[in-house]
């Protein structure tokens, strides 16, 4: 079993950065492929970035592109999400993600078999 705790969270201004941490525990995920997801009040859990076993591949949603970058350390099992220029509307508490039998990159919600606790991220204008 892989337990996932999510780190880094908190209130950040417009413009501003945050990174998150999703660190594994139970078992190495380094043949994993690792992912974020989103969820804001009132609204689905959405795909933020996936990366692929090894780090080579990365997948995004269309509205962070350019602004998160995911990377993950697997002799730390850990992922991270590098978020710069924070909008309000990137406001949500985030989830870490380790799908056990993929190794590439996907955005399907289901597919994933564990998850983090979550951690909040609150963007003010």
């Known amino acids: 079993q892989v337990q996932l705790a999510e780190s880094g969270g908190g209130s950040v201004q417009a413009g501003g950065s945050l990174r998150l941490s999703c660190a594994a525990s139970?078992?190495?995920?380094?043949?994993?492929?690792m992912a974020w997801f989103r969820q804001a009040p009132g609204k689905e859990r959405a795909f933020v970035a996936s990366?692929?076993?090894?780090?080579?591949?990365?997948l995004y949603t269309d509205s962070v592109k350019g602004r998160f970058a995911i990377s993950r350390d697997n002799a730390k099992n850990t992922a991270y999400l590098q978020m710069n220029s924070l909008k309000p509307e990137d406001t949500a508490v985030y989830y870490c993600?380790?799908?056990?039998?993929?190794?590439?990159?996907?955005?399907?919600?289901?597919?994933?078999?564990?998850w983090g606790q979550g951690t909040q991220v609150t963007v003010s204008s």
């Open positions: 993600a380790a799908d056990e039998d993929a190794k590439h990159t996907h955005s399907i919600n289901w597919k994933y078999d564990y």
């Open positions: 139970g078992r190495t995920v380094s043949n994993y492929a």
């Open positions: 990366i692929n076993y090894s780090g080579a591949n990365t």
